[in-house]
């Protein structure tokens, strides 16, 4: 929950964090849904990344560090930071998102809202002080958070307005935190290319754009200063060796990102028509999901639930409904038949 805090803010009150793609949770709630279900809840690539060979040796011995030092590589040149020196890998991007307020000392954080709540809820588990604010104008905090492009609504910030902000919490010793976890089909809202920029702290995540979340991999661009002090929070062998042999391969192979950009905005826009065919208003998101914003979510959520489809609610704000992009046609045609014999 949050309680009305200053004006323009409210202060997190920790409380359990819904997340997408918990599918036991949705058969416990609708027994009687068909199966297989159809899990639209999460922002994950429904066209994941082709495994490329895994050597047998990645499974059998500890990664080694020539390995991760090429998966650096190829993060710095994808993401466009200026080296492998300003990027660290570690066991996904939730991991770094609970490490991170542990590097300092308690204080005030302002995390730029409604947002992916895991941002708030570690820093307040570390002892700082949060608040979740509507504007990043006459924000002062020691940390400021924000999600571009946004998790749900797929708001951007520009990346001249972070820069300047990055500056600004740097003069006082502050942190600019930028999670860029749906940047990739959005390249142009990144601040990547600054990594290494006192005050600017970045997250990047490999599997959703990559559809591989279970590879479990994301990294943290910023000061050494900082990357020394999280790789030691990390400890050694933070990515397996398959997850090493797996991401190189994927974030070296630009012919499959620029069609992967294409297919999934095409999709997008082909979902918007069936979305708006049926009545609904989506209101925003990026072209890995949809944000809806209706007052008959509710329902429209429990329909969706009894007919065997999951998406993503939203407790507070019980308007909203996120949806992923079905995978084929029969997917598209379910979640289309679904959505037009909802009624109130």
């Known amino acids: 929950m949050m309680a009305e805090s200053a004006a323009g803010s409210k202060r997190i009150v920790q409380r359990e964090i819904i997340h997408g793609g918990d599918l036991d949770a949705a ?7 068909p199966e297989p279900w159809l899990d639209l809840s999460t922002g994950i690539n429904p066209w994941p990344y082709p495994l490329p060979p895994i050597p047998a040796e990645s499974w059998a011995r500890l990664p ?12 710095a040149a ?10 660290l890998a570690a066991c996904g991007s939730q991991a770094l998102i609970q490490i991170l307020p542990r590097l300092r000392r308690p204080g005030t954080v302002a995390v730029l809202g409604p947002t992916y709540a895991e941002h708030a809820a570690g820093w307040a588990k570390a ?15 020691d940390v400021v958070v924000v999600v571009n492009p946004n998790n749900p609504d797929g708001r951007i910030v520009p990346p001249e307005t972070l820069l300047a902000l990055a500056d600004r919490q740097a003069a006082q010793g502050g942190w600019l935190v930028v999670d860029e976890a749906f940047a990739e089909v959005a ?12 005050g600017l702290v970045i997250l990047r995540s490999f599997g959703k754009f990559f559809g591989l979340a279970g590879v479990r991999l994301g990294f943290l661009l910023g000061e050494p200063a900082l990357l020394r002090d999280a790789r030691a929070a990390v400890g050694p062998w933070a990515v397996s060796g398959p997850a090493l042999a797996i991401a190189t391969a994927a974030l070296s192979d630009s012919e499959w990102v620029v069609a992967t950009r294409r297919r999934l905005a095409d999709a997008a826009a082909r979902f918007d ?6 009545g609904l208003r989506v209101a925003g998101g990026t072209s890995l999901f949809r944000l809806i914003d209706d007052p008959r979510a509710a329902g429209l959520y429990n329909a969706l639930g009894r007919a065997g489809i999951l998406v993503r609610r939203f407790d507070h704000r019980p308007e909203w409904l996120r949806v992923g992009l079905p995978v ?7 979640a289309k038949v679904a959505l037009e014999t909802f009624e109130n």
Not at 27 to 33: E, I, K, M, Q, V
């Open 27 to 33: 058969r416990a709630a609708f027994p009687g849904a």
């Open 64 to 75: 080694g560090r020539a390995a991760e030092t090429a998966l650096r590589e190829a993060a």
């Open 78 to 87: 994808f993401y466009g930071a200026p080296s492998p020196d300003r990027v």
């Open 187 to 198: 390249p142009e809202c990144s601040v990547a290319s600054e990594a290494g920029r006192p």
């Open 328 to 334: 084929d046609e029969a997917a598209e045609g379910r």
């Open 273 to 278: 028509a069936r979305l708006m065919d049926a």
């Open 127 to 141: 002892g700082h002080r949060v608040a979740e604010v509507e504007s990043l104008e006459r924000c002062d905090a």
